[in-house]
T-cell receptor, first 114, second 112 residues
Framework: EAGVAQSPRYKIIEKRQSVAFWCNPI?????LYWYQQILGQGPKLLIQ????????DSQLPKDRFSAERLKGVDSTLKIQPAKLEDSAVYLC????????????FGEGSWLTVV | GENVEQHPSTLSVQEGDSAVIKCTYS??????FPWYKQELGKGPQLIID?????GEKKDQRIAVTLNKTAKHFSLHITETQPEDSAVYFC???????????FGTGTRLTIIP
């Protein structure tokens, strides 16, 4: 079974530029999450989708971050304009449903803002 | 909101010895406590979890204990092996996999 796919794996951009990350969850998984993991810290939830609807985006900096999940499958996370403090690994994860099933994480997209 | 503290931040043990990582949480309503292992360059992988109606759970060399009164839970790895070297994260939630709050991680190194 294919895992959670993310791209690009690595990205270096200058501050104030924009960047987009793509995620393809495990087939059949209705719940999709985007986490931000700053070096030396645990992952922090940015946004959670159930199918193509947003369940929780309370920790998403909406002035610069946006995310969508068209057709309830793939998802895109965008940052515009980027700040130095956005340097982190952006992890996409999926689960069959949010209540009792295992979350499967992708390998992450590493962002460096210079 | 929930706050999860994790200790120690680094841990080195001899191969074959046991390793223990401890976490405390602040929200008494939390009822789901997973542990994740993260290897370099990879995403976290669930290794074991426990719910608040259970005090202990074991899976081969890995066990987790939960003390709801003290609001802390621990990961125990016995007979450690080199492949156990990784960063381990605890997490807590009041709603299953929703709104997971992660600890800051423990870098475990197994010395051959």
């Amino acid at each position: 079974e294919a895992g959670v796919a993310q791209s690009p794996r690595y990205k270096i951009i200058e501050k104030r530029q924009s960047v987009a990350f793509w995620c393809n969850p495990i087939s059949g998984h209705a719940t999709l999450y985007w986490y931000q993991q700053i070096l030396g810290q645990g992952p922090k939830l940015l946004i959670q989708f159930q199918n193509n609807g947003v369940v929780d985006d309370s920790q998403l900096p909406k002035d610069r971050f946006s995310a969508e999940r068209l057709k309830g499958v793939d998802s895109t996370l965008k940052i515009q304009p980027a700040k130095l403090e956005d340097s982190a690994v952006y992890l996409c994860a999926s689960s069959f449903n949010p209540k009792g099933n295992t979350i499967y994480f992708g390998e992450g997209s590493w962002l460096t803002v210079v | 909101g929930e706050n999860v503290e994790q200790h120690p931040s680094t841990l080195s043990v001899q191969e074959g010895d046991s390793a223990v990582i401890k976490c405390t949480y602040s929200d008494s309503a939390s009822n789901y406590f997973p542990w994740y292992k993260q290897e370099l360059g990879k995403g976290p992988q669930l290794i074991i979890d426990i719910r608040s109606n259970v005090g202990e759970k074991k899976d081969q060399r890995i066990a987790v204990t939960l003390n709801k009164t003290a609001k802390h839970f621990s990961l125990h790895i016995t007979e450690t092996q080199p492949e156990d070297s990784a960063v381990y994260f605890c997490a807590a939630s009041t709603q299953g996999n929703e709104k997971l709050t992660f600890g800051t991680g423990t870098r475990l190194t197994i010395i051959p």
